[in-house]
Structure formats: C-alpha cells, structure tokens
C-alpha cells in the first residue's frame, strides 16, 4: 500500500474508476483531491475519442471534480501523437468528430480525401455509407487503415452504440485489410499517456476496472497496475486470467485507507 501510494504517476481509467454513467463512484472525489494535494502527476484516460478534453473536463465537473482539461488523454490525442511519429506532417481521411480532427490538426496532420497516408476512423454519430465507400476506395488505393479504438459497442445513457470496432469493420471487410488500433488494450497508448508525464514507467501506476483492456494493457506496457471492482470487473472473475494486477480494492478510494 505504502509502495503504491509513493508513486508518482497515476494513469486512470474513468468509466468503472471515477465515474459510471453520470454517478460519481465512492470515494472518487477524496481521491482525486489526494492526488492534487500531493502534488502526484496524472492523467485520466478513455478510449473513447470523440469527446475534446475540454468537454472532458466539463463532464467530470459536472460530477463535482475540478481539474484542468490538460489531465485528460483520450484515444484521439494518442491516434494524433502515434501518427505524427510514423509519418510526421502526413494527411488523413477522417471519419469521426472534432476531438479526433483537432486532434490531427495538433499533431501536425492535415485533412485530405484525395490521396491521404491514412484512413482514420474514431466514434461518431456522422457516419454515413458516402463516408464508407470514400474511405474504402482511399484504403484500396494505399491508404493505410487506422482504428482509435477497438470497442464494438459503447454504453450509453440511451443504451448501446456501435463503437470504432464495429464503424471500422465495414472497411475492413470491404478491402479485405485489418486496421491497427491504438486504444487499450494495445499498450501503446498508456506509453503514449507516459510520455504527457515527467515520471517513469517504474514511478507510475495504472488504475483501471477491466482486465481484458485496462490491467493486459498495463502489464504491456510494464507499470504496476490496480485493478478496481467499482466497474466491470468482479473478484470472483479473477480465475479467469492467467495474468494478474499488482494490487486489486473495492473503489480508488480505498487506496487513502490505511487498512481494508
Ligand atoms: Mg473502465
């Protein structure tokens, strides 16, 4: 307990870890509050791309936690920051919203549907059979095919949406090509999250509720790794897995508890 509460680095996953929907989870606040009190360095993380890290932050406010838009790193910022490295100043065709877009345009890309390097797909509610057919023609022609996340399906308040994984798959299919995604559980995108702290891996720890994305993508990417039970995840579906997190609590808030 005392080796996890002197790290420096937090990386939190937000959906079964802060919040669920549009509940704050127990002892959230208290620990976000311990985090900016001890002057800890941290990033809440999401797959999802399509929110801006302002809108974020606006949401995560509207739960009663106030911190800056800076703390928040999401599928489309780690896209942008993946692509800039593989090919910097590159184009892409986009299907997806603002938070992906300017995310691009941040990271030195710029929008192209003629000839661009890549064919990049995020969530959205903008998806039309023009943008699929656009994009499976710009992949056939050597476009390469980027997914922000694997998600199939994305819980909302209005029950479940198609996520990346199943916008993507009509491309795929079409072109007979598998896009690469950049989202948990693919270990680079908490790499990327590393590199937005000045800490190392072996300072840093991964908190997150599912084992199958978050804990796998953790022990990729080498850092210590919390698994919360607030989320998905119960105790007894442990046995599962052939892996394990470092440490396992009931909430985030557990971790300020000097015994469980
Ligand atoms: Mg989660």
């Known amino acids: 307990?005392?080796?996890?509460?002197?790290?420096?680095?937090?990386?939190?996953?937000?959906?079964?870890?802060?919040?669920?929907?549009?509940e704050l989870l127990p002892g959230a606040r208290e620990f976000v509050e311990w985090l900016k009190e001890e002057k800890k360095e941290f990033l809440f993380l999401t797959n999802n791309s399509q929110r801006s890290r302002r809108e974020l932050q606006q949401k995560i406010h509207r739960l009663g936690i106030?911190?800056?838009?800076?703390?928040?790193?999401?599928?489309?910022?780690?896209?942008?920051?993946?692509?800039?490295?593989q090919h910097p100043g590159g184009t892409a065709y986009v299907i997806g919203d603002a938070g992906l877009t300017n995310a691009l345009y941040e990271a030195g890309f710029s929008i192209n549907d003629?000839?661009?390097?890549?064919?990049?797909?995020?969530?959205?509610?903008?998806?039309?059979?023009?943008?699929?057919?656009?994009?499976?023609?710009?992949?056939?022609?050597?476009?390469?095919?980027?997914?922000?996340?694997?998600?199939?399906?994305?819980?909302?308040?209005?029950?479940?949406?198609?996520?990346?994984?199943?916008?993507?798959?009509?491309?795929?299919?079409?072109?007979?090509r598998k896009a690469y995604f950049?989202?948990?559980?693919?270990?680079?995108?908490?790499?990327?999250?590393?590199?937005?702290?000045?800490?190392?891996?072996?300072?840093?720890?991964?908190?997150?509720?599912?084992?199958?994305t978050d804990i796998i993508a953790g022990i990729h990417a080498e850092v210590?790794?919390?698994?919360?039970?607030?989320?998905?995840?119960?105790?007894?579906?442990l046995v599962k897995y052939a892996y394990r997190p470092t440490f396992v609590f009931k909430s985030v808030g557990d971790i300020l508890k000097e015994e469980i």
């Open 182 to 212: 950049m989202g948990k559980p693919n270990p680079l995108m908490i790499r990327h999250a590393l590199r937005c702290l000045s800490c190392g891996r072996d300072e840093t720890v991964f908190i997150g509720d599912q084992m199958e």
């Open 224 to 237: 210590d790794t919390v698994l919360v039970l607030s989320g998905v995840t119960a105790k007894e579906d």
């Open 114 to 176: 003629i000839d661009p390097d890549y064919v990049v797909v995020g969530e959205t509610r903008s998806y039309s059979f023009e943008k699929i057919q656009q994009a499976i023609n710009l992949v056939m022609k050597g476009a390469k095919l980027i997914g922000t996340n694997p998600d199939l399906v994305c819980p909302t308040d209005a029950g479940p949406i198609p996520g990346c994984g199943s916008l993507i798959a009509p491309i795929e299919y079409a072109t007979g």
């Open 1 to 22: 307990m005392e080796s996890l509460r002197l790290k420096k680095g937090f990386i939190c996953d937000m959906d079964g870890v802060i919040y669920h929907g549009n």
């Open 66 to 85: 106030t911190v800056d838009p800076v703390y928040f790193y999401t599928t489309a910022l780690a896209t942008a920051s993946f692509l800039a490295s």
